[in-house]
Nanobody, 125 residues
């Protein structure tokens, strides 16, 4: 069992930046691959970024590649999502998730076992 708590969301103008954090507690954080997903109103939850257990491998959705960076600090049991050059279409609730599977940087929601409660990101034009 692992508990995930996101923070860092808010309202930002287009072109601005935000850093999301996800603090984990419970089982050993370094045993999980981690991911960020988002869900906009009326849309399905979608993959944003993923990072493997030791932080040596990452994967991004095409829509955020070059603008977002995922990282983790296993000593602090925290995963981050640095978001830059934000666009109005980035507006969504952002969720972090933990995966115990052997797939290191999965984009598939079904492979993630634990989810946070989400944090709202709103980008104004």
């Amino acid at each position: 069992q692992v508990q995930l708590v996101e923070s860092g969301g808010g309202l930002v103008q287009a072109g601005g930046s935000l850093r999301l954090s996800c603090a984990a507690s419970g089982r050993t954080f370094s045993s999980f691959n981690m991911g960020w997903f988002r869900q906009a109103p009326g849309k399905e939850r979608e993959f944003v970024a993923a990072i493997n257990r030791i932080g040596s491998g990452t994967r991004y959705a095409d829509s955020v590649k070059g603008r977002f960076t995922i990282s983790r600090d296993n000593a602090k049991n925290t995963v981050y999502l640095q978001m830059s050059s934000l666009k109005p279409e980035d507006t969504a609730v952002y969720y972090c998730a933990a995966s115990s599977t052997m797939v290191p940087v999965s984009t598939a929601l079904r492979l993630y076992d634990y989810w946070g409660q989400g944090t709202q990101v709103t980008v104004s034009s």
